[in-house]
């Protein structure tokens, strides 16, 4: 992997070095030698710190220089000024680094440091990511400068999700979280104050990325918009891009001298750009790990029809209105299909679109009605299951999962209910179709996989940018 | 478009100092890309005795025309319905007085004479410079209920006619475009077109740091630029 502006050896380095390396259990720069000893990195692993000899039986280096061989990623976990100290120094066999430390932009007078630093990564060619980050889980290489405990925050396992964030927190909880919703993850990388390596780098590595099947951009700002727009557009335009953009609030962009700048405010202007790029966003945590739930789970679709099946009336009707608010395609049936249906399904169903198999419903019938509903065109359906009606059994799951595979479309189960139902959550995951326990949140995460909100421009174009 | 007329109009208002142009030099930048205004007549100070209006058709809208003033309307300066030249004259009379009275510091350019124009379904066309994304455009309703809906929508700009299209249809007042209560839709190609246009221009003349047409009204067949803005980079930016 060296795409992305000469940036990719970040995430299969031959060798990383931890400057100030600490043998002491808890310390930041021991969690990070523990975990990267423990995610099954195995390329070279040197610890630099004058005070030690050896580290956990490792030897233990003075300096970066002392080494004597190339050092492609030096994480630093030291105060800034012995960072600014130590890069000032003899650095030369250092490609990249880390930079984990706080105490630069982020804080008074940190700025001028910055600045220093930007102008010895140029000077001595080294890539920096940071500082003020944690810097990058990647299950693929086993690489994992997170210095937080394994037992405090579980790591997610190999998968097609990337993650770039800004925040280092967000990007602890999020991973923390794919961890135990079993959603598996590439790469993450926490960029901090982006004084090298920003959002457009990353994105530009991920594009080309064969390991990364979908992409999660969490935004508080922006520098570079264009840079990042082009970027962005080129990621999207080969898999999905979801974002979402935090610190909404933001005061206008310009006096209310007119109405183009009184009536917008930086966040629209976020909204503009993503559409531009292609990019889905996301409103919230709870759609995010609603959208990556969904996207672990199927492709982005072609197209916008909707087939909603249920066997309760009045959920079929707040989903349709949640679909034509995110303008889903909720066509109703042909005739020649709700002929057929009306032929093989319980006599007071509905046969339109919504199909309400009501009460009466048995396995069977949802077999029938999402088959017809496929064969029909519809490019994905959101099925909702309510286990009061009496004639159902599991025998249901394993249905709908066959039909599925069998028509390689999405279905998305919504399933609102208590205990009962909350039990049966698990069966429908084995079988590989995320479940939704609120109508409205099944039909965002729909809405994710035909790539509307933001992106509904593309789509219009009969180009949406993974078609 | 004559980028010559342009830069003219550009280079003569900063040489003033000057950080937004004249509705009348704007309405000239905006027609250079064939946005369609109203026919016009700019009367300076001293000579509206002997105004020639051989090329415009009356009923008449009088506008003033003041470096120092950006909201006409609140201080007297949009006097409309005239039907002849004595209607002129003394419009011009009255807006004197008012402007002396409301906004004494203003300096009067000159008077704005237009031909009135049908009201049409009014909107607005704005495009802006943001420090980060560049140039941006905005499409919104428009109307004395604009401020209060904020129905708008933004894009990046350039922008191709799918986007401009579709920022319409973003809008919660799009049935006003396409036609409501018995009303004839309006031109979507036309503003189509006019918010590529003033695309183009964010997008190409720097010196601009924000443009904005309001209102626009659409017609069936048509469009017309009922008043424009525009706001130049400041020289120490």
Redesign the interface.
């Given at each position: 992997m060296n795409t992305g502006k000469g940036m990719g050896f970040f995430f299969d380095p031959q060798s990383i070095a931890i400057i100030g390396a600490s043998p002491t259990p808890g310390k930041a720069s021991h969690v990070i030698l523990d975990n990267l000893r423990r995610t099954g990195y195995n390329g070279s692993i040197y610890p630099v710190n004058p005070k030690y000899d050896h580290i956990d039986g490792m030897k233990c280096y003075a300096s970066i220089a002392d080494i004597g061989k190339q050092v492609d990623v030096a994480i630093f976990v030291l105060p800034a000024s012995k960072v600014m100290e130590i890069l000032g120094g003899p650095v030369e066999n250092v490609r990249g680094a880390i930079i984990i430390s706080s105490g630069f932009r982020e804080v008074e007078k940190g700025e001028l440091l910055e600045e220093e630093l930007k102008r010895i990564a140029e000077e001595k060619c080294i890539r920096i990511i940071g500082p003020n980050c944690l810097g990058i889980y990647d299950a693929i290489y086993g690489v994992d400068t997170f210095l937080v405990p394994v037992e405090q925050v579980k790591r997610p396992k190999k998968g097609g999700l990337s993650i770039l964030t800004q925040s280092g927190s967000f990007a602890v909880l999020i991973m923390d979280e794919m961890a135990t919703e079993g959603i598996g993850v590439a790469r993450i990388v926490s960029y901090g104050n982006k004084v090298d390596v920003d959002e457009a780098d990353c994105l530009d590595l991920l594009a080309e990325d064969e390991a990364t099947r979908y992409v999660l951009l969490y935004i508080e700002?922006?520098?570079?918009?264009?840079e990042f727009?082009e970027a962005a557009s080129r990621c999207a335009a080969k898999k999905p891009v979801v974002a979402i953009k935090v610190g909404r609030g933001e005061a206008g962009?310009?006096a209310a001298?007119?109405?183009?700048?009184?009536?917008?405010g930086k966040y629209?202007?976020?909204?503009?750009?993503f559409?531009?790029a292609g990019i889905i966003e996301v409103d919230g945590y709870e759609d995010l790990k609603d959208a990556c739930r969904v996207l672990e789970a199927y492709n982005i679709v072609d197209g916008n029809k909707v087939l909603i099946i249920t066997d309760g009336g009045g959920i079929g009707v707040s989903m349709a209105d949640a679909c034509e608010d995110l303008g889903l395609d909720v066509r109703r049936l042909s005739q020649d299909s709700k002929k057929r249906l009306s032929s093989k399904l319980p006599a007071f169903s509905a046969t339109d679109n919504p199909i309400d198999l009501t009460a009466s419903a048995k396995d069977d019938d949802y077999f029938t009605a999402l088959e017809e509903g496929f064969l029909n065109g519809y490019d994905l359906a959101i099925v909702t299951v309510l286990w009061g009606a009496p004639a159902l059994s599991t025998r249901v799951i394993d249905g709908i999962s066959e039909v599925q595979n069998r028509y390689n479309k999405p279905v998305l189960i919504c399933s609102p209910g208590g205990e009962f139902t909350r039990n049966k959550y698990r069966l429908f995951e084995e079988k590989g179709m995320p479940v939704f326990s609120t109508p409205e949140a099944g039909v965002r995460a729909a809405a994710v996989l035909i790539g509307k909100g933001t992106v509904?421009?593309n789509m219009?174009?009969g180009a949406g940018p993974w078609i | 478009m004559d980028l010559k007329v342009v830069d003219s109009i550009i280079n003569n208002a900063q040489n003033e100092g000057r950080d937004h142009l004249f509705e009348t030099e704007a309405k000239t930048l905006i027609s250079q890309w064939d946005i369609p205004v109203p026919g016009s007549v700019l009367v300076k100070g001293s000579e509206f005795p002997d105004i020639s209006v051989d090329s415009i058709e009356p009923p008449f809208i009088l506008k003033v025309v003041s470096r120092n003033i950006?909201h006409k309307t609140e201080v007297g300066g949009v006097i409309s319905d005239l039907g002849d030249m004595d209607d002129v004259r003394n419009a011009i009379i009255r807006m004197k007085k008012d402007i002396e009275k409301n906004a004494p510091q203003a300096r009067i350019e000159g008077f704005l004479l237009e031909e009135f124009v049908p009201v049409g379904v009014e909107v607005?066309i704005?495009?802006?410079r943001?420090p980060?994304?560049?140039p941006?455009?905005?499409f919104?309703t428009g109307g004395v209920m604009?401020?209060l809906m904020?129905d708008?929508s933004?894009?990046?700009a350039p922008l191709d006619k799918?986007?401009s299209?579709?920022m319409m249809e973003d809008l919660r007042g799009y049935p006003l475009l396409t036609g409501y209560r018995g009303s004839k839709p309006v031109d979507r190609e036309q503003l189509a077109s006019v918010i590529m246009k003033v695309s183009d221009i964010i997008t190409k003349i720097k010196e601009i740091r924000?443009?904005?047409i309001?209102p626009l009204f659409a017609y069936e067949d048509g469009v017309m630029a009922v008043d424009a803005?525009v706001?130049l980079e400041l020289e120490e930016r």
């Open positions: 700002s922006v520098e570079n918009g264009r727009v962009m310009h001298r007119s109405h183009t700048g009184a009536l917008g629209e202007i976020y909204r503009a750009a559409r531009k509904r421009d219009s174009k | 950006l607005i704005g495009g802006t943001d980060q994304f560049g941006v455009m905005m919104g604009v401020e904020k708008v933004f894009r990046l799918s986007e299209m579709a924000e443009i904005e309001n803005r706001i």
